[in-house]
């Protein structure tokens, strides 16, 4: 069936360092995607989407970019903060409820 | 943004009993919500779609005699965990599309359900 999943279960970087993290989808029909950060015991927290007419789009310290011709979606965040460290989800929009991918957690190290 | 809040944020339950869970949106309606499920290092998979005035519907494979959902309101969804065993013991989320800037869903915070 219809898809939307990471590449990297777990992503360790260096506080400062810039962190990047993938999903891939394989509905080629979504128009719609967001990335979200969950802390534990805690529900997803919207960060940033984008639609498919874009390929780029930027927030505060955060950068999400949108290949169709691969079907590919990443989330970059800039100078990462311990704060960052949570659980990262990409989501397709669907029938106004959303498709999670499995998630990557993401590690600052001090 | 908006907010959505979720209630209680923990219950523990003995087997075979009731638990209700709320889901609110404080400063806007939302004619539909939706309730996902997450097993400890998973991700979130869509329970139900709850609908008010309507009937909610149900993804395949989640009992709707076990799982019921009343939208009674614009503002209020409650999800009824019924005959609770320590299967059930997940951590359910609830959301609302908030469309003013798209269609981004805003979540509750979540309620850890134990069932011992």
């Known amino acids: 069936g219809e898809s939307v999943g990471l590449h990297l279960p777990t992503l360790s970087v260096q506080e400062g360092d810039n962190s990047i993290i993938n999903c891939a989808y394989s509905?080629?029909?979504?128009?719609?995607f967001i990335w979200y950060k969950q802390e534990s015991g805690k529900g997803p927290q919207f960060i940033i989407d984008?639609?498919?007419?874009?390929d780029k789009r930027q927030g505060q310290r955060v950068t999400v970019l949108l290949n169709k011709t691969v079907k590919h979606l990443s989330l970059q965040i800039a100078a990462t903060q311990p704060g960052d460290s949570a659980v990262y989800f990409c989501?397709?929009?669907?029938?106004?409820?959303?498709?999670f991918g499995s998630g990557t957690r993401l590690q600052v190290q001090p | 943004g908006a907010v959505v809040s979720q209630h209680p944020s923990w219950v523990i339950c003995k087997s075979g009993t009731s638990v209700k869970i709320e889901c609110r949106s404080l400063d806007f309606q939302a004619t539909t919500m939706f309730w996902y499920r997450q097993f400890p290092k998973q991700s979130l998979m869509l329970m139900a779609t709850?609908?008010?005035?309507?009937?909610?519907?149900?993804e395949q494979g989640v009992e709707k005699d076990k799982f019921l959902i009343n939208h009674a309101s614009l503002t209020l969804s409650t999800l009824t965990v019924t005959s609770a065993h320590p299967e059930d013991s997940s951590f359910y989320i609830c959301?609302?599309?908030?469309?003013?800037?798209?269609?981004?869903?805003?979540f509750g915070q979540g309620t850890r359900l134990t069932v011992v």
């Open positions: 509905n080629s029909a979504s128009d719609y």
């Open positions: 989501a397709e929009n669907h029938r106004r409820a959303l498709t």
């Open positions: 959301s609302a599309p908030e469309f003013r800037e798209g269609t981004e869903a805003f």
């Open positions: 984008i639609r498919s007419n874009m």
């Open positions: 709850s609908n008010e005035g309507s009937k909610a519907t149900y």
